[in-house]
Structure formats: structure tokens, C-alpha cells
């Protein structure tokens, strides 16, 4: 389950990219198109991060932080492209999916392992 974890941020991360790319340039049907996407991909992130917190068996400080910076960086995510689409200032959403990413990422790899990396 970790491997489709890792896969779906990772992808929802190029999706964004596209989805802001596509409204600053005026693709508004396209732009659309990859947002929807986008979106199931956070139901996909939000399915396989489920999971992984359940094959837990205690659940320390560590794995709760986990899945809040986790939900915070699919909502700043989310914020992200809403604000490009409504042709708002997103400046402090970029600040705070880049914080909460690299704190996810942090726990994620360096802390919680799940399965990932080698024992």
C-alpha cells in the first residue's frame, strides 16, 4: 500500500503543476479537466494513507502528526488550485504546501518507514 501512496502524491504533485500551468495560461478546459483528475487522486492518497495508519499497530505522537501534515498539505494542495482558478493571490498556499510536503516527507521516510525502506 505504500508504493500506491507514494505514487499518488507524486502524481497529484505534477498534477498541480499542470493545473496551475494550464489556468495561468488560459486553458481553462484543460486546466479543468486536470483538476478533476487531480481530485481522485487525492481520494487515492487519502485511501492508501488510510490504510497505511491502520497497519499500525500503536499509534505513537509521530503517525498522528503524520496524518495531519498529510490531510494539511492535500488541503493547501487543493487551495492551490482553487486560488489560480478564482485568479487570487496563492502565494501563502504555495508557502504552506511546500512546509507541509516536506514535513510529510520528513515523517513519512525518515520516521515512519511503513514497509518503504529496508529494515
Known amino acids: ?37 487531480l481530485r481522485l487522486f487525492y481520494l487515492l492518497i487519502l485511501y492508501s494513507g488510510g490504510s497505511l495508519f491502520a497497519s499500525y499497530s ?11 501534515v498529510g490531510l494539511w498539505t492535500v488541503a493547501a494542495m487543493e487551495m492551490v488550485t482553487v486560488k489560480y482558478k478564482k485568479k487570487k493571490p496563492a502565494g501563502i498556499w504555495w508557502a504552506q504546501l511546500f512546509i507541509a510536503a516536506i514535513i510529510a516527507i520528513v515523517l513519512g521516510f525518515g520516521f515512519l518507514g511503513a514497509g518503504v525502506l529496508p529494515a
Open 1 to 37: 500500500m505504500a508504493h500506491l501512496h507514494i505514487t499518488s502524491w507524486v502524481i497529484a504533485f505534477v498534477l498541480v503543476g499542470l493545473v496551475t500551468t494550464f489556468t495561468r495560461n488560459g486553458n481553462e478546459k484543460v486546466a479543468k479537466i486536470s483538476h478533476m483528475i
Open 58 to 68: 500503536v499509534y505513537s505522537v509521530l503517525v498522528i502528526i503524520k496524518l495531519l
